[in-house]
C-alpha cells in the first residue's frame, strides 16, 4: 500500500493529462507539439545530464545492466513470435513488436524517484541509458524492413540513442560541465517528467488498428508479465539487492513507450495498433507496477 501511495502521484498527472486532453479545449496539435518538445529536447536534455554528471561505477552496474539487455532481449524474442501464432500482417507485426519490450522512461524516471529517491534516479538514468540503444536498435530495424526507410539515418537521428551516447561519452572523458550548462540542461531536464507524465496521458486511446485482439494480448502479456518475471528471477538467482535491483524490476515491468506510436507513424506502419497497446498496457501498469514494487519492498 505505502509503495502504490508513493507512485500515485505520477499516475495521476497522467490520468490529468487524459482529463485535459478529453475535457478542455486543447486540440491535438498542442499535444504533439508538447510531446515532440519533450521527445527532442527535455527529455534528451534530462538523459545527457543524468549520465554525464552521475558517477560511474561500472563493477557494481555491470551484472544489473547486463541483466537489462538479457530480459529486454528476451522481450524481443517473444514478442517476434506473434504472427507465427496469430495471423498477423507483417506491417502490423513490425508495428506493435516494439510494445513487447519498449519501456516508458517518463513513467520509470518518476517512478524510481519516488520510491527510492535521487539514488533511484541516478541508477535508472544509467540502466535506462544502457538499453536505450538496443531498444531503439530493434524498434527501429524492424520497421525499416517493412516501411523501406533508412535504418541506421533512423538510428542515426532518434534523440533519446544520441543523448545517450553523449552522456556516456561525456562522463567517460571525465570533462565537468561548466555551471551554466548543468543549470540549462538541469531546467530542461526538470521539466521533462511533469510534462513527459502529461503527454502520456494526453495520447491515450483506443483506436481500430488492425492488430488482433489475441495478438493484442500477446505482446502484453510479454511486456507486462514475461519480462518482470525474468527480471525478478534474475534479482532472485544473482542474489541482487538494493536499489538496483528494485530498479530493474521496476524497469522490466514499465508499459510501452509513448513515443513507440510516433516511430510508428513516421515510418508508414500500423499507429493505431501502436496507440492501442500504449493506452491499455499504461492503464494495466496502474494496477501491476505496485505490485511488482511491493514484491521488491
Same mark, same amino acid.
Given at each position: ?220 502479456? %510479454?511486456?507486462? =508479465? !514475461?519480462? /518482470?518475471? *525474468?527480471?525478478? #528471477? ?6 541482487? $539487492? @538494493? ?5 530493474? %524490476?521496476?524497469? =522490466? !515491468?514499465? /508499459?510501452? *513507450?509513448?513515443? #513507440? ?6 515510418? $508508414? @506502419? ?16 496502474? #494496477? ?10
Amino acid at each position: 500500500m505505502q509503495t502504490a501511495l508513493l507512485i500515485l502521484p505520477n499516475f495521476a498527472l497522467i490520468l490529468v493529462g487524459l482529463a485535459l486532453a478529453r475535457g478542455f479545449g486543447y486540440g491535438r496539435g498542442f499535444w504533439e507539439g508538447l510531446e515532440k518538445l519533450v521527445y527532442f529536447v527535455l527529455f534528451p536534455a534530462l538523459l545527457l545530464r543524468s549520465i554525464a554528471i552521475s558517477t560511474l561505477d561500472l563493477a557494481s552496474l555491470g551484472v544489473v545492466v547486463a541483466c537489462a539487455w538479457g530480459v529486454m532481449i528476451l522481450g524481443m524474442a517473444l514478442g517476434s513470435l506473434a504472427p507465427r501464432l496469430f495471423r498477423v500482417e507483417p506491417v502490423v507485426a513490425a508495428s506493435c513488436f516494439q510494445c513487447a519490450f519498449r519501456f516508458n522512461t517518463y513513467i520509470g524516471l518518476a517512478v524510481a524517484g519516488s520510491v527510492y529517491g535521487s539514488p533511484g534516479v541516478a541508477i535508472a538514468a544509467l540502466v535506462f541509458g544502457s538499453v536505450i540503444p538496443l531498444a531503439n536498435f530493434g524498434a527501429v530495424g524492424m520497421l525499416a524492413a517493412h516501411a523501406r526507410a533508412n535504418f541506421w539515418l533512423e538510428l542515426a537521428r532518434n534523440p533519446l540513442v544520441v543523448s545517450t551516447l553523449a552522456g556516456f561519452a561525456w562522463n567517460l572523458a571525465g570533462i565537468g560541465m561548466p555551471g551554466f550548462l548543468d543549470q540549462t540542461l538541469n531546467l530542461l531536464g526538470s521539466s521533462a517528467l511533469p510534462a513527459g507524465l502529461l503527454a502520456v496521458g494526453a495520447a491515450l486511446r483506443i483506436e481500430h488498428g488492425r492488430a488482433s485482439p489475441a495478438a493484442h494480448a500477446w505482446w502484453l502479456g %510479454v511486456k507486462l =508479465a !514475461a519480462m /518482470p518475471v *525474468a527480471a525478478w #528471477a534474475c534479482v532472485r538467482v544473482l542474489g541482487l $539487492g @538494493g536499489v538496483e535491483a528494485g530498479v530493474l %524490476v521496476m524497469w =522490466a !515491468a514499465l /508499459p510501452t *513507450a509513448s513515443s #513507440a506510436y510516433i516511430l510508428a507513424v513516421r515510418m $508508414g @506502419g500500423d499507429g493505431p495498433s501502436v496507440a492501442t497497446q500504449i493506452t491499455v498496457g499504461t492503464i494495466l501498469s496502474m #494496477a501491476t507496477l505496485p505490485l511488482w514494487l511491493a514484491a521488491m519492498a
